[in-house]
């Protein structure tokens, strides 16, 4: 099964800024899944999504953070208001009932808050 | 502590060898995924042990749950250079919507 493509690999932003970041859709694909690794530490679960709708999501995805599907399109992540501490790889991951319950990560977007 | 924690944090052996790594978790799973990430790269999803699984083999990857211990071991057999990698357990707690991750082998094949 293909991966998981993310775009943007790499983004610098200012503090303070906002920043989407985005999964190339692949329409068989009905969980979406965001994470994030901040340099040297261990991935953490931020937010699942499924059928359009947050499933669960973790006490790091606050009022900051938002994802959406529009339109079957893109699935995105966005960070509002970005700090320093928000500096991190972010991974897209998506399952499929094809899959189990294994779950396929992207590359993931460095994202560097300066 | 948290729910998967790996052991040992780091590991180097020689080309051939064989490489063991642990994995330990506190609470019930319904399965438990070996994950492999190259340095500042994806995860690449290795293997999937079901929670009813005692052993799973993938090429040169052995897996083995123990249910009762809350453990899986990954063992790496004859061991190359480009199997230089963080090696990661995640496990699915009571539903399937996440997993949690443990901290990770750094492992270190010197050819």
């Known amino acids: 099964e293909p991966e998981v493509t993310q775009t943007p690999s790499h983004q610098v932003t200012q503090m303070g800024q906002e920043v989407i970041l985005r999964c190339v859709p692949i329409s068989n694909h009905l969980y979406f899944y965001w994470y994030r690794q901040i340099l040297g530490q261990k991935v953490e679960f931020l937010v699942s999504?499924?059928?359009?709708?947050?499933?669960?999501k973790s006490e790091i995805f606050d009022d900051q953070f938002s994802v959406e599907r529009p339109d079957g399109s893109n699935f995105t992540l966005k960070i509002r208001s970005t700090k320093l501490e928000d500096s991190a790889m972010y991974f897209c991951a998506r399952a499929s009932p094809l899959s189990g319950n294994t779950i396929y990560f992207g590359e993931g977007s460095w994202l560097t808050v300066v | 502590s948290q729910q998967g924690e790996e052991d040992p944090q780091a590991l180097s052996i020689q080309e051939g060898e064989n490489a063991t790594m642990n994995c330990s978790y506190k609470?019930?799973?319904?399965?438990l995924q070996w994950y492999r990430q190259n340095s500042g790269r994806g995860l690449v999803h290795l293997i999937l042990i079901r929670s009813n699984e005692r052993e799973k083999h993938s090429g040169r990857l052995r897996v083995t749950l123990d249910t009762s211990k809350k453990s899986s071991s990954l063992l790496i057999t004859a061991s190359r250079a480009a199997d230089t990698a963080s090696y990661f357990c995640a496990t699915d707690a009571s539903r399937a919507d996440k997993l949690i991750f443990g901290t990770g082998t750094r492992l270190q094949v010197f050819p």
């Open positions: 999504f499924y059928n359009n709708e947050i499933s669960e």
């Open positions: 609470t019930s799973i319904n399965n």
